[in-house]
Every structure is written in C-alpha cells, then in structure tokens.
C-alpha cells in the first residue's frame, strides 16, 4: 500500500520557536506538496518541489520554508512560528504528469502557543 | 488561472437519501476530476476521478457526472450511511499542469 507518511499527528509549539514538520513519500514521486487547511478556507497550497533541491512558492508561502534534500522527502519549515500558524497541515505527493496517483498524507495538526 | 466553486458547503441527509454535491471550473482546458474524502482528523483520501473524455463514472454507490459545455461535475452518493459523513473535495488539473485547484468542500453529515 503506497503511502504519504507525515511523522506528527499532533504538534504543539511555543511562538517563536523554529519548527520542522516532515513528509516522506514511498511511492518514488517526484512532486510533493506542503498545504494547510483552515475552516472555511478549504486547502491552501504553500509551496511545492518538483524535483530535489528544487522548490516553488504556493499561494501563501509567507513565514514558511521548505527543503527538499532526497527525493523521498519534502520538509516544511516554519522559522518563527506564530499563532496564526496554528492549522492543519497536509502533505502531498504525485508521479510526474498530470493529475492521477495524487496522494495526501494523514496530516499535523499543528498549535502555537 | 483555474477557479473551483464547490457547493453546497453543508448538506445534511437522513440515512438512505441520496446527496449530490456540485463543482463548476473556469478553465476549459481542465481535463482531469477528481473527488477526496476526508473523515475527521485524516487525509484526503481519492474516492472517484473522472477524465473529460468521459461523461459518466460509477463505483458502486457514487458515481460522478461530468458536463464539459457547461463546465461541471458532480459527486453523487446513493443510499447514504453514517459512515459517508466526512468533507469532501472536488478537484480540477487544467491541461498539462500538475497542480490541482480544489473547491472549498462540502461537510456532508447522514443522520441515522
């Protein structure tokens, strides 16, 4: 069973603090995804990798970074973490092409306090 | 770019109705439609697609309809049960991209 594995169900953080949310893949994808969704806001892509070492700004990259070093994994890096960066948080991934084989991940539930 | 409009954002049902949720796309270059289930505190999880060369797709108790002229497609869930509650996602890859646009989702809630 392919899987898109994200290492935290649930994160709870302090404001300020410089937090490491990881997303492996193994399914041998070359692209990842890294989304938060918030109620009523549905899903809201923040940046995206579509090879190693390449990386791509989403709709709402600021305050996030992310790293892409192996193939197989796609971390998303909040430097500074803020209250308004309490959300859930999806990763991603999908073969090259269009469309088909998309696969989410479980999700972190993430909480600045 | 693409722009998903997905409605209705609730729908509440009584076990054993049907539900229908609907989704309109701007570009009509999208070719690719795929729908997401989403139970409470998991992932999006891939219930149904549909490509634009086809009209129609069933499997078992949903089925997805596609109407390229007036750019829209529908989820349709027969004989609804408790366990169909969750959010669920349309989505949209216009041609040769590899990045969905999805419409808000719709909370579908079955009351037994």
């Known amino acids: 069973d392919v899987k898109v594995t994200q290492s935290s169900r649930y994160l709870v953080k302090r404001t300020g603090e410089k937090v490491f949310l990881e997303c492996v893949q193994d399914m041998d994808h070359e692209n990842m995804f890294w989304y938060r969704q918030d109620p009523g806001l549905g899903l809201r892509l923040i940046y995206f990798?579509?090879?190693?070492?390449?990386?791509e700004k989403g709709d709402i990259p600021e305050g996030y970074s992310v790293s892409r070093e192996k193939k197989e994994r796609f971390s998303l890096i909040l430097e500074s973490a803020s209250t308004n960066q309490t959300s859930m948080y999806l990763c991603?991934?999908?073969?090259?092409?269009?469309?088909?084989?998309?696969?989410f991940g479980s999700g972190t539930r993430l909480t600045v306090v | 770019g693409e722009n998903v409009e997905q409605h209705p954002s609730t729908l509440s049902v009584q076990e054993g109705d049907s539900a229908v949720i609907k989704c309109t796309y701007s570009d009509s270059a999208s070719n690719y439609f795929p729908w997401y289930k989403q139970e409470l505190g998991k992932g999006p999880q891939l219930i149904i697609d549909i490509r634009s060369n086809v009209g129609e797709k069933k499997d078992q108790r949903i089925a997805v309809t596609l109407n390229k002229t007036a750019k829209h497609f529908s989820l349709h869930i027969t004989e609804t049960q408790p366990e169909d509650s969750a959010v669920y996602f349309c989505?949209?890859?216009?041609?040769?991209?590899?990045?969905?646009?999805f419409g808000r989702g719709t909370s579908l809630i079955v009351h037994p």
């Open positions: 989505a949209a890859f216009s041609g040769g991209s590899y990045i969905p646009t």
């Open positions: 990798s579509y090879d190693v070492k390449m990386k």
């Open positions: 991603a991934s999908s073969p090259p092409g269009q469309g088909h084989g998309y696969t």
